[in-house]
Protein backbone atom coordinates (compact mmCIF):
# COMPACT_ATOMS: atom_id res chain seq x y z
CA UNK A 1 0.00 0.00 0.00
CA UNK A 2 2.99 2.34 0.38
CA UNK A 3 4.26 1.90 -2.66
CA UNK A 4 1.19 2.74 -4.36
CA UNK A 5 0.50 5.82 -2.35
CA UNK A 6 4.10 6.83 -3.07
CA UNK A 7 3.76 6.24 -6.71
CA UNK A 8 0.61 7.87 -6.84
CA UNK A 9 2.33 11.01 -4.84
CA UNK A 10 4.88 10.74 -7.56
CA UNK A 11 3.08 10.44 -10.52
CA UNK A 12 0.83 13.54 -9.36
CA UNK A 13 4.22 15.88 -8.87
CA UNK A 14 5.56 14.50 -11.68
CA UNK A 15 2.61 15.46 -14.11
CA UNK A 16 2.42 18.44 -12.42
CA UNK A 17 5.71 19.84 -12.72
CA UNK A 18 5.61 18.66 -16.39
CA UNK A 19 2.41 20.85 -17.26
CA UNK A 20 3.85 24.22 -14.96
CA UNK A 21 6.95 24.22 -17.32
CA UNK A 22 4.45 23.99 -20.42
CA UNK A 23 4.27 27.50 -22.31
CA UNK A 24 0.51 28.07 -22.08
CA UNK A 25 -1.77 28.82 -19.12
CA UNK A 26 -4.33 26.34 -18.83
CA UNK A 27 -2.03 23.57 -18.41
CA UNK A 28 -0.01 25.70 -15.95
CA UNK A 29 -3.18 26.05 -13.88
CA UNK A 30 -4.03 22.56 -14.25
CA UNK A 31 -0.09 21.39 -13.39
CA UNK A 32 -0.91 24.09 -10.17
CA UNK A 33 -3.80 21.88 -9.34
CA UNK A 34 -2.23 18.59 -9.67
CA UNK A 35 1.11 19.42 -7.52
CA UNK A 36 -1.48 20.59 -5.11
CA UNK A 37 -3.28 17.35 -5.23
CA UNK A 38 0.18 15.53 -4.92
CA UNK A 39 1.13 17.53 -1.81
CA UNK A 40 -2.21 16.79 -0.48
CA UNK A 41 -1.75 13.31 -0.71
CA UNK A 42 1.62 13.03 0.61
CA UNK A 43 0.43 15.24 3.82
CA UNK A 44 -2.06 13.04 4.40
CA UNK A 45 -0.18 9.80 4.15
CA UNK A 46 2.13 11.06 5.91
CA UNK A 47 -0.25 11.69 8.93
CA UNK A 48 -0.16 7.55 9.40
CA UNK A 49 -3.93 7.67 9.87
CA UNK A 50 -5.56 4.90 12.18
CA UNK A 51 -8.30 3.21 12.27
CA UNK A 52 -10.83 2.78 14.51
CA UNK A 53 -9.83 4.68 17.30
CA UNK A 54 -11.10 7.53 19.06
CA UNK A 55 -10.26 11.16 17.62
CA UNK A 56 -9.10 12.47 21.51
CA UNK A 57 -7.86 10.97 24.72
CA UNK A 58 -9.90 9.26 26.82
CA UNK A 59 -9.02 7.18 29.77
CA UNK A 60 -8.20 3.89 29.51
CA UNK A 61 -7.11 4.00 25.63
CA UNK A 62 -4.05 3.55 24.41
CA UNK A 63 -4.13 5.02 21.11
CA UNK A 64 -5.94 7.96 19.73
CA UNK A 65 -6.33 9.47 15.86
CA UNK A 66 -3.99 12.47 15.70
CA UNK A 67 -6.70 15.34 13.74
CA UNK A 68 -3.61 17.21 12.52
CA UNK A 69 -3.35 15.68 9.28
CA UNK A 70 -6.89 15.86 8.13
CA UNK A 71 -6.84 19.36 9.78
CA UNK A 72 -3.50 20.08 7.61
CA UNK A 73 -4.93 18.81 4.31
CA UNK A 74 -8.38 20.54 5.20
CA UNK A 75 -6.50 23.72 5.39
CA UNK A 76 -4.21 22.87 2.04
CA UNK A 77 -7.46 22.16 -0.23
CA UNK A 78 -8.99 25.57 0.95
CA UNK A 79 -5.29 27.26 0.22
CA UNK A 80 -5.53 25.34 -3.19
CA UNK A 81 -9.08 26.42 -4.29
CA UNK A 82 -8.33 29.89 -3.58
CA UNK A 83 -4.91 29.78 -5.45
CA UNK A 84 -6.70 28.21 -8.17
CA UNK A 85 -9.47 31.02 -8.25
CA UNK A 86 -7.28 33.57 -8.29
CA UNK A 87 -4.77 31.79 -11.06
CA UNK A 88 -7.68 31.45 -13.20
CA UNK A 89 -8.77 35.23 -12.73
CA UNK A 90 -5.20 36.34 -13.65
CA UNK A 91 -4.81 33.88 -16.75
CA UNK A 92 -8.34 35.26 -17.76
CA UNK A 93 -7.00 38.56 -17.87
CA UNK A 94 -3.84 38.57 -19.60
CA UNK A 95 -5.78 36.39 -22.44
CA UNK A 96 -8.23 39.88 -22.28
CA UNK A 97 -4.82 41.99 -22.17
CA UNK A 98 -2.87 40.51 -25.02
CA UNK A 99 -4.61 38.49 -27.32
CA UNK A 100 -3.18 35.19 -26.10
CA UNK A 101 -2.38 32.55 -23.52
CA UNK A 102 1.09 32.63 -24.39
CA UNK A 103 3.31 32.59 -20.54
CA UNK A 104 6.22 33.76 -22.10
CA UNK A 105 6.86 37.39 -21.79
CA UNK A 106 6.26 39.89 -24.97
CA UNK A 107 9.59 41.86 -25.47
CA UNK A 108 9.28 45.27 -27.34
CA UNK A 109 9.84 44.29 -30.42
CA UNK A 110 6.64 42.53 -30.45
Known amino acids: MAALIALA ?14 GRTFPVV ?11 LFLLAMGRLSVR ?3 IVMPGQAQY ?20 A ?4 LALRSYIAFNTD ?3 PRGPDE
Open 86 to 89: FIVA
Open 9 to 22: VGVLLGCGTYLVLR
Open 65 to 84: ADPLPQALVLTAIVIGFGMT
Open 102 to 104: AVE
Open 30 to 40: VGLVLLSYGVN
Open 53 to 55: VPP
